[in-house]
């Protein structure tokens, strides 16, 4: 019997293949400039309403007054500090935008895992229900959804959790087929190892590499599509401070005052590149790695 678990431990280490480790994707120089943007951008956000000079919803001047000692960033459509709403402006998106990614990426991993684990009809029921989900535009079922009950966040959130989810559900369970002929997974289930277990610890580990990449982009997209929806008037809603709604609010005084839209655009643009480093510079190394496998 010893002999029998010595002989599994032998084979489980020669055959299984070891995931991109977490210091070879660290010392990828945007994956490392991709976190410190990120994480710069988050703390900016966290104590933003701390450093905000005046009320973000309180006017403290004429409309589109340009850059002053007194408004550094001038002021917009109604007279409101612009720095004020820019370190104010971000809050909603703080939270929404990575519990979207995270909550996608989640969901569409497991059940991608468990459609290429199962196969047969379960694969064929779960695929072709996410397929449903892809043939629907997902711009067109939030502004469905958002029309009728309102533009909740929470509901904008899970919005967004359909819209991402179908896509990194292809994504996944296109890196896990070819592991289910690995020997690893070929010796657990000869010897008896329950599904869930063969999922968790034979599959999920092996497909790390791509889950980082696919959370790096569906965060860049998630903001992307609530600054999307702020801007058309079916997100944030005023008097709230929020960078999209900003863009939207400002936009015809441009050519008067630029600050009151262009600030807010910045803002979106660093925290947008920061999530897009991380998956660009994560799918380099996992690139690299597999072609010296």
Same mark, same amino acid.
């Given at each position: ?76 459509? &109604? ?37 290429? $684990? ?5 694969? +064929? ?15 067109? +079922? ?13 509901? &904008? ?6 819209? +991402? ?14 592991? &289910? ?52 008037? $079916? ?59």
């Amino acid at each position: 019997m010893s002999t029998d678990v010595e002989l599994t431990v032998v084979l489980r280490r020669r055959f299984r293949p070891r995931p991109v480790g977490w210091w070879r994707l660290w010392a990828s120089v945007q994956v490392r400039w991709g976190v410190v943007l990120l994480v710069a951008m988050t703390a900016l956000i966290a104590i933003g309403p701390l450093l905000a000079p005046y009320d973000p919803a309180a006017p403290v001047g004429r409309p589109y007054v340009s850059p002053s000692a007194d408004a550094w960033l001038g002021t917009d459509n &109604l007279g409101r500090d612009v720095l004020s709403r820019v370190l104010c402006g971000g809050v909603y998106l703080a939270w929404m935008a990575p519990i979207s990614a995270l909550l996608s990426v989640t969901i569409g991993t497991a059940i991608a895992l468990v459609a290429a $684990y199962r196969g047969g009809w379960v694969d +064929l029921a779960l695929m072709r229900s996410l397929d449903v989900l892809l043939a629907f535009p997902g711009v067109l +079922l939030t502004l469905l959804c958002v029309s009728v009950f309102g533009p909740q966040p929470l509901l &904008l959130v899970g919005l967004i959790v359909l819209t +991402l989810m179908p896509g990194v559900a292809r994504v996944i369970r296109g890196a896990a087929l070819p592991l &289910l002929n690995r020997e690893y997974v070929l010796w657990a289930k000869a010897v008896g190892t329950p599904g869930l277990v063969i999922i968790l610890r034979e599959l999920l580990p092996n497909v790390s590499s791509p889950l980082l990449v696919e959370l790096g982009l569906r965060l860049s997209w998630s903001v992307g599509i609530l600054s999307s929806m702020s801007f058309i008037g $079916y997100g944030i809603q005023p008097p709230a401070a929020d960078w999209g709604l900003m863009v939207s609010e400002n936009g015809s005084g441009l050519g008067a005052q630029p600050f009151a839209a262009l600030a807010p655009i910045v803002m979106i643009v660093f925290y947008t590149i920061g999530g897009s480093l991380i998956a660009e510079g994560a799918a380099r190394v996992i690139a690299r790695t597999e072609g010296k496998a």
